[in-house]
């Protein structure tokens, strides 16, 4: 028993002196300082296990660092960024649904705009030209050649009105960017669907939101769409594309004599999509610029000859009951109102502002195909581009095609066919 409280007595002052030289030989580390321990039995101490115990024991704990190693910051704060990312592309997505709400019901309005002011310009115009038939054989001539003169002048200014802004095409315009608007939202709720959203991917969202309200702006004064531009150019929804770093562009994986696959892109795949490339450039899209350029040209002409007709009709009911020339005031205003609603009727019944629209449409629907095979092309890794047979796929659907039909494009690649042999447009949808 002594020789149990001798032991702890010299193992409780060995382990305070240890402690204590311990604090002065180490300086002290940042929150938690390491120590040293020993344990010493004497020689001369007797126990039951003498005989089995090793004559100097020494317990040691050297300078173990006690500081719990820091968490990493790194994880939360990669955490941390991709849920701001998350919560930034669902604000698009939100704003994108709100984007296309809107410009359905403007674009019902408008379609309103286009039937009303139609009529309603077409009944000032041939009510007007009534008044001025009968003015000559009535008694009071000169209530009605005013009131045809008023009713003509009010006609040639709101077709100057309805001509400068087209409704049919403004409709057209709305209708269109509903569309894509909500073909934005889907795309934007399948992303945040998916594992993972990243900086990019907002990045590429705000560009593509940028970019379709500026293709179809909501305001009608100011910042509305030329409607009789100078030169006819494919409608743009989608961004640019950002330029990337010059390399070397020929594809690393398939040379002349490539037989391997590599990303579903084989060599006989991109000699289809250059073939496809060109047959687009070359027939489909410049056929619908072409005709609209036609489509321009008369309805420019319908919207200068309209105002034109109706203004003339004013200044001739305005000489009815003159003398000799009264009855041919009469007969020119009636004739001059008359094609004024003529034209009216051509222009906007027809609805040609719309069609012009469409066409560009169109065209612009085809220069993004381009763009997007270029893009493909031009990405030198294949595996970093699209996989090669969904792309394919991609391209057949939008064209209105099977994925076997798409093969008939390959031999366009060749140098050896010119333009003019191409006889076959890539898309049947449109």
């Known amino acids: 028993m002594a020789a149990a409280l001798q ?5 409780l002052t060995a382990s305070t002196s240890s402690s204590s030289s311990c604090t002065t030989r180490r300086p002290r580390r940042n929150t938690a300082a390491p120590c040293r321990a020993a344990l010493r039995v004497p020689t001369g101490l007797q126990t039951t296990a003498a005989a089995t115990t090793p004559a100097d024991l020494t317990l040691k704990l050297d300078w173990v660092d006690a500081r719990l190693p820091s968490p990493s910051s790194s994880a939360p704060a990669a955490a941390q960024d991709g849920s701001k990312a998350v919560e930034k592309l669902r604000a698009v997505a939100e704003a994108a649904a709100d984007r296309a709400e809107m410009h359905d019901i403007i674009g019902r309005q408008r379609d309103n705009w286009n039937h009303l002011l139609l009529h309603s310009t077409n009944s000032l115009t041939l009510a007007a030209s009534a008044m001025a038939a009968l003015a000559p054989a009535v008694p009071t001539v000169g209530a009605l050649k005013a009131s045809a003169g008023v009713l003509l002048a009010t006609a040639a200014v709101t077709m100057a009105a309805v001509n400068k ?10 209708r269109n960017a509903t ?6 939202e889907r795309h934007l ?3 945040l669907a998916g594992p993972a959203v990243t900086d990019d991917d907002v990045q590429d969202a705000m560009d593509r939101v940028l970019a379709l309200d500026a293709a179809y702006p909501l305001p009608l004064l100011p910042g509305m769409l030329e409607k009789f531009p100078k030169a006819v150019e494919p ?8 330029p990337q770093p010059a390399k070397n562009n020929r594809s690393k994986s398939f040379g002349r004599r490539a037989t391997t696959t590599g990303n579903g892109w084989t060599p006989e795949l991109e000699e289809e999509m250059r073939g496809l490339l060109r047959v687009l450039r070359a027939k489909d899209e410049h056929q619908y610029l072409s005709v609209g350029k036609m489509v321009l040209t008369l309805n420019r002409s319908l919207a200068m000859a309209g105002p034109a007709l109706a203004g003339a009709a004013a200044v001739s009911a305005a000489f009815i009951g003159t003398g000799e020339a009264g009855s041919f005031a009469s007969g020119a205003a009636v004739v001059c109102g008359a094609l004024a609603a003529a034209a009216n009727t051509v222009e906007h019944g027809g609805q040609l502002g719309m069609l012009f629209e469409l066409l560009r449409n169109c065209a ?4 993004k195909i381009q763009e997007d095979i270029e893009a493909c092309l031009g990405e030198a890794d294949v595996e970093r581009r699209e996989n090669g047979e969904v792309f394919e796929t991609k391209v057949a659907l939008m064209l209105g095609r099977s994925a076997s039909e798409m093969k008939q494009f390959r031999r366009m690649a060749s140098a050896s066919v010119k333009d003019e042999d191409i006889k076959d447009y890539a898309g049947k949808l449109f």
């Open 7 to 11: 032991a702890q007595r010299l193992f």
């Open 165 to 174: 802004i087209q409704p049919s095409q403004l409709a057209e315009e709305q």
């Open 179 to 184: 569309r894509l608007w909500r073909q934005l």
């Open 189 to 191: 709720r399948a992303a």
């Open 235 to 242: 409608a743009r929804w989608w961004p640019r594309r950002r």
């Open 364 to 367: 612009g629907f085809y220069r």
